[in-house]
Nanobody
Framework: QVQLAESGGGLVQVGGSLRLSCAAS????????MGWFRQAPGKEREFVVT????????YYSDSVNGRFTISRDNVKNTVYLQMNALKPEDTAVYFC?????????????????WGQGTRVTVSS
């Protein structure tokens, strides 16, 4: 079992940057594919990015590709989301998630473990 805790959210102006962190408990962090999702008010939770457990390969949604960067530190049991060039439409609660499934990485039901979320607000 994995417990996840996000941090690093806050209020930022358009064009600014934030770095989110997700700390995971447990000794098997490296065996999990990690993902970031977000949920804006009144909208469904949507996929942002994933980083694979074995290859470190990353997959981004079109809306953040080129602006956001995911990374992981398997020693610190932490996954990061560096967000640059933030836009008002990036405003949402950001969740990290973990799964040992290797398919359907952009789908919410694929992920077994979720953090409580951290709020990001981008002001114009």
């Amino acid at each position: 079992q994995v417990q996840l805790a996000e941090s690093g959210g806050g209020l930022v102006q358009v064009g600014g940057s934030l770095r989110l962190s997700c700390a995971a408990s447990g000794r098997t962090f490296s065996s999990y594919n990690m993902g970031w999702f977000r949920q804006a008010p009144g909208k469904e939770r949507e996929f942002v990015v994933t980083i694979r457990r074995s290859t470190g390969r990353t997959y981004y949604s079109d809306s953040v590709n080129g602006r956001f960067t995911i990374s992981r530190d398997n020693v610190k049991n932490t996954v990061y989301l560096q967000m640059n060039a933030l836009k008002p439409e990036d405003t949402a609660v950001y969740f990290c998630a973990a799964t040992q499934w290797d398919y359907s990485y952009s789908q919410v039901p694929t992920y077994d473990y979720w953090g409580q979320g951290t709020r990001v607000t981008v002001s114009s």
